[in-house]
């Protein structure tokens, strides 16, 4: 009897992800073979740096030439998993143009070009997967194109960016500061090559391009998401906002009513109850609401080199199976939903305003001025005593759901109040998000 066959891949990238991705092939090359009905063997690998030294297992070329791997036809499934929008679109979609099936973990690429690259995708017939581009190890890509697909989804809520959870939990917990914690977040693998794309809300905002495009069946861009970053947040709003029964978490959201939607990635007052409040350190979660199935939750480790390779590793293996079994591979979701996106300043919600003031009587009437005059109601003030040693007193506001046109033209209003030295911050608050 002859031996099988195997499935050749080439390897873009031998980073966090490309290492795992590898050692986790080689480490369980039995158990797979078994899965697919033939061996899965890594046989190139593209790197910058072809002359560091690195292993492989199974001797697989170590090349810094894409044309060994996206020109050779025995290499059945190129593995993007080096980051960034160039050259990482170029190779996609030459691997694709010669016939090779396609996993990638590049949300970037995913977020800008995915509807291309899928379409290129089925005129080649090829497949292109991609579920470690959202949650790291979460299975949630995989659960909106099929296990989800019968349902009208009208409510995304997510924590997905492990760098960002890590530190708000170590920054919350007293453990850490900002820049140790982003320090350690490095070290351990999670931030993304440069590291504002997770802490300026970069990187949440395109797996919410690509969770709402699912989940929307529309075309939602990385542009059309609206975003702001963990940078503003100081020890003193995690005391007020444990004080006030919230956690901080930076989460990414999608509404969906009838023909529009709403995307958003920004801090937000959580409470504490809340099962997202209890998504902790690198773990992601994603939480959403299907007209069939009600709320559901999917939470597991957001980054990391296992648990993306777990995400990565299973693509390969579902297209390895398909291959194995003659090779016919589902037609992706049509993302032809006609859907407007709301402009921030229409969304509506709750807030959280902290300022700095002169401690004397009156102040704190205006300021309520400003805000009742623009409708926007308040729902509790903690005016912190003995006042700072400046003379100035620190007070935080919460509101009722208001609409941040208002919101924010209320604030510009009270930063204008010969009174008011500073608003130091204003947090969305997600009172309602269930
Ligand atoms: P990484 O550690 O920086 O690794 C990148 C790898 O790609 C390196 O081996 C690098 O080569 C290679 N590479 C980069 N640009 C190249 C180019 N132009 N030509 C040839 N090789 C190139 O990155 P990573 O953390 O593994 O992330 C890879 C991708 O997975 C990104 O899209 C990221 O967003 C995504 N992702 C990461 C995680 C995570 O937890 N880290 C989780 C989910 C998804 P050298 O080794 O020679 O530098
Ligand atoms: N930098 C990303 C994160 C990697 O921290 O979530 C996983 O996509």
């Known amino acids: 009897v002859n031996a099988p066959v195997p499935i050749n891949v080439g390897l873009l990238g031998l980073g966090t992800v490309g290492g795992g991705v590898a050692q986790a092939l080689a480490a369980k090359q039995k158990a797979i073979a078994a899965h697919v009905g033939c061996p899965i063997r890594v046989t190139h690998v593209l790197v910058r740096d072809a002359l560091r030294e690195r292993r492989v297992a199974g001797g697989a070329v170590i090349t810094s030439d894409p044309d060994e791997i ?7 499934i190129v593995v993007e998993v080096m980051g960034g929008e160039t050259p990482a679109l170029d190779y996609v979609q030459r691997a694709i143009h010669a016939g090779k099936h396609v996993v990638t973990a590049n949300k970037e690429l995913m977020a800008k070009h995915g509807p291309e690259i899928l379409a290129n995708a089925a005129e080649h017939h090829v497949s292109v997967q991609f579920e470690g581009s959202v949650g790291g190890g979460i299975p949630i890509i995989g659960p909106l194109v099929r296990d989800l697909l019968a349902n009208d989804i009208t409510a995304v809520n997510a924590i997905i960016n492990g760098t960002t959870n890590f530190m708000l939990t170590s920054m919350a ?52 998401v609206y975003r702001e970053g963990i940078g503003r947040l100081t020890s003193a709003d995690f ?67 296992d648990p993306t390779a777990s995400a990565v590793v299973g693509d390969i293996l579902e297209i390895a199976r398909a291959l194995a079994g003659g090779g016919c591979f589902p037609v992706p979701p049509a993302l032809d939903g006609d859907v407007t996106l709301l402009p921030m300043a229409d969304i509506e ?23 009742g005059d623009r409708q926007v109601s308040l729902a509790s003030v903690i005016q912190k005593e003995p006042p700072r040693s400046d003379g100035s007193a620190e ?26 030295i500073e608003v130091s911050n204003l947090i969305r608050i997600e009172d309602g998000a269930r």
């Open 173 to 224: 917990g007293g453990d850490l500061d900002y820049a140790s914690a982003l320090r350690r977040a490095q070290e351990l693998g999670y931030a993304e090559a440069d590291p504002a794309n997770d802490v300026d809300g970069i990187d949440a905002a395109y797996k919410l391009a690509i969770l709402a495009s699912l989940a929307f069946r529309t075309r939602v861009h990385a542009d059309d």
């Open 395 to 420: 007070i935080v506001i919460t509101t009722h759901t208001a609409r941040e046109a208002a919101v924010q033209e209320a604030v510009h209003a009270i930063e204008g109040l010969e009174s008011v």
């Open 239 to 305: 005391r007020y906002a444990e004080e006030l029964g919230y956690v901080i978490k930076l989460l990414a959201i999608g509404r969906r009513n009838g023909s529009t939607a709403q995307v958003r990635v920004h801090p937000a007052l959580v409470p504490a109850e809340h099962p997202l409040a209890k998504v902790d350190g690198v773990l992601n979660a994603v939480e959403l609401e299907g007209d069939l199935v009600g709320w559901a939750m999917f939470q597991g480790p957001g980054a990391g080199s």
């Open 70 to 76: 996206l020109d050779d036809p025995d290499v059945r």
């Open 349 to 371: 919600t709750q807030y959280y305003l902290r300022l700095r003031a002169a401690d004397r009587p009156g102040v704190m009437a205006q300021v309520a001025q400003v805000l």
